[in-house]
Structures are given as C-alpha cells and as structure tokens.
C-alpha cells in the first residue's frame, strides 16, 4: 500500500463528504486512516506457510482438537465496513498439530483482508486441512455485520453464522456432532 497515495485519496473522499480536510480535527486524518488500514488489510502481506510450519508439532494423536472463541475482525467487501464476531476451529490431525496461538494468527491472516464471512470461514477451514494434512477440519464463524447494524432496519441484533466443515467433519456425521458439541452448538439432528 502506498500511504502517501491513499492518504491524499482520503483527503480527496473528505472533500467529496464536503468537509474542510484542513480543520484542526482532520488535518491528521487522512495520515491515522492510512496507517489503520494498513493495519486492518495486514492478511494481504500474510506469508501463511511461515505462519503454519513454524509451530506444527509432531504429535501421535487423533482426538479432535478444538479452539473456542478466537475474536475475529474483518472487513465486509461490499460495504468496506466492519464485521466482527467469533471463530470456532476444530481438527482431526494426522501426525501433525498446530500451536494454539497459530490457529488466531491463520484467522487473522485471513480476516485482515477485505472479506465476505463465507469466505473467511472457508479459507480458515482448508488453511488448517493442508497445512497440517488433517483427517478432517471444521470451522464455525459467529459475527455482526455493521452494515447491517449502522445502515438496515431492524437488525442490530442480527448474528450471522457460517461454517465449513472438510474431510472426515464433512463426510462423518458423528464426527460433525462431536464438533458442533464441543463449540457448544449442539446437534444437526
Ligand atoms: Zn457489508
């Protein structure tokens, strides 16, 4: 990202609002959304093979491992505003675990990119399955859209939920059941 170029089009976007981007209040303005978006478009420059291969354990077990409650924050692509909400990320390895702290950092690197929730969950979900060969991965994502909060009628309180469920979490009802179970989602059936 070019923060010299970005800063001068926000400038620019605060006329067309048509506000006096020379106002004590916004003079510094376009210089503080440039550097919080580079921040909040950071999972562009994520390298995710490095992300990955630097904590995946050699582990002999094939229990299903769940982590609960990651915060995700994103930003919807249609309306370039934020949504925000819960991940959830169960697997079934293979010979090979990720450290708890790299399944946030997978997350993050794909939630810090412009995004649609359906998406995030399914990239998080295969992130996990190559990286690591697992038998099975599921993910369930619980957010709020502030585009729906802030612009729509009626639907401040509006949770959406996706999930993406692969391998033995696709193919396997039980293991599914086991998944949903442990996030706290109860049963298909
Ligand atoms: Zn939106």
Redesign the pocket.
Known sequence: MNRDRVEKLIRELLVEFGEDPQREGLAKTPERVAKSWEFLLRGYGADLKQITQQAMFTQDTNNMIVVRDIEVYSL?E??M?P?FGRCHIGYIPRGKVLGVSKLARIADAFARRLQIQERLTQQIARAVMVSIDAEGAGVVIEAR?L??MMRGVEKQNSLMTTSSVLGSFHSSGATRAEFLALIGKGRYD
Do not use: E, I, R, V
Request: with cysteine; charged share 0%.
């Open positions: 919807c249609h309306h505003l949504f859209h585009c729906m």
